[in-house]
């Protein structure tokens, strides 16, 4: 079992950056692939971004591409998401998510094993 705790949320005006955290403990994660989701209310939880259990293999949602970077620390059993230029349209709640199947570009919420409590971002105007 892996448990998944989001760090880093926050209020930022736009044009701001956060960095997101997404701490393991349980079962390293040495072995999965990592993901970000985001959801609003009333919206379906979307795909941000996503990481190769080796981090060799990055993949980005269009909306965050250039602006966002995922990364991985497996000694830390972490994975954060680095967040610049932020805009209000990236105002949601952030999960971490874990796909012990390492796809190689794991987009849908359906692949993932594991999720984390989420973290709000505000971004204000």
């Known amino acids: 079992q892996v448990q998944l705790v989001e760090s880093g949320g926050g209020l930022v005006q736009a044009g701001g950056s956060l960095r997101l955290s997404c701490a393991a403990t349980?079962?390293?994660?040495?072995?999965?692939?990592m993901g970000w989701f985001r959801q609003v209310p009333g919206k379906e939880r979307e795909f941000v971004a996503t990481?190769?259990?080796?981090?060799?293999?990055?993949y980005y949602a269009d909306s965050v591409k250039g602006r966002f970077t995922i990364s991985r620390d497996n000694a830390k059993n972490t994975v954060y998401l680095q967040m610049n230029s932020l805009k209000p349209e990236d105002t949601a709640v952030y999960y971490c998510?874990?796909?012990?199947?390492?796809?190689?570009?794991?987009?849908?919420?359906?692949?993932?094993?594991?999720w984390g409590q989420g973290t709000q971002v505000t971004v204000s105007s």
């Open positions: 998510a874990a796909d012990q199947g390492d796809a190689i570009v794991a987009i849908t919420t359906g692949l993932y094993d594991y």
């Open positions: 990481i190769t259990s080796s981090g060799g293999t990055t």
């Open positions: 349980g079962r390293s994660l040495s072995r999965y692939a």
